[in-house]
């Protein structure tokens, strides 16, 4: 939470964060740190390895994408080439 001004502003995220756990938004807000910031790392680190796999998997679905137009492309040519003969 911010001010401006006189008002304190209330971002998405923090109402996300208290509708998940009141009590850890109310923690942060304080300034208290987490107790398991390993726990939190390791999700950290496994969210990013998500990420990751989720990338590939769209870049893979692309490049499959542009083979099948171009295996199709490559049909259409080969039967109408077959049919001017």
């Known amino acids: 939470m911010r001010e401006s001004g006189k008002q304190k502003v ?8 208290y509708l998940y756990c009141r009590r850890s938004w109310w923690y942060a807000l304080q300034g208290i740190p987490s107790e398991n910031q390993q726990s939190l790392a390791d999700g950290k680190v496994a969210h ?9 998997v769209k870049l893979i679905r692309r490049v499959l994408l ?16 077959g049919a001017a003969r």
Do not use: H
Request: no cysteine.
């Open 48 to 56: 990013q390895k998500i990420g990751r796999q989720i990338r590939q």
């Open 66 to 81: 542009v083979l099948l137009i171009l295996l199709i492309a490559a049909l259409g040519i080969y039967i109408l080439q």
């Open 10 to 17: 209330i971002n998405a995220s923090e109402i996300g964060n």
